[in-house]
């Protein structure tokens, strides 16, 4: 995936986390759950009398953003440099990490550092220094 840096500014990013902020706290706040991504969906997976309305009232809305988006104006333009297999072995992959820690990068690196969670301060270490890791071998040493 490319960045059109020359289009950039750092008011759409803070925007977005502003956004981002607001939409955790109000999860914490309103519903008393962390805004963790793998952990709504898989909640959806495993159905609990009563837990099922607001995980599928989530994920409705992450889908239905972009759409929401065109609204008022344009969806930023994207690139996938990466073949199918290599894009389902990174899905697999992730979903694996998301299982092994506990938790994704939203609830962990979101949620869990706003609140000084130390298992979400290791877990994202770990995961963003692994990110940094991987990025350096694929782009400087398996070229």
Known sequence: ?????LHFTPWHALGGGLLI?????LMLFGLGRIAGISGIVSGLLHIKAGDTRWRAAFVIG???????????GQL????LDASW???LAAGLLV????RLG???TSGHGVCGLSRLSPRSIAATLTFM???FATVYVVRHLLV
């Open 95 to 98: 979903g694996f990490g998301t």
């Open 76 to 79: 930023p333009s994207s690139q």
């Open 102 to 104: 506990s938790g994704c």
């Open 129 to 131: 220094g692994f990110g």
């Open 85 to 87: 297999p290599v894009l």
């Open 21 to 25: 902020g607001l939409a955790v706290a």
């Open 1 to 5: 995936m490319t960045i059109d840096w």
């Open 62 to 72: 992450l889908l239905a953003a972009p759409m929401l988006w065109l609204l008022f």
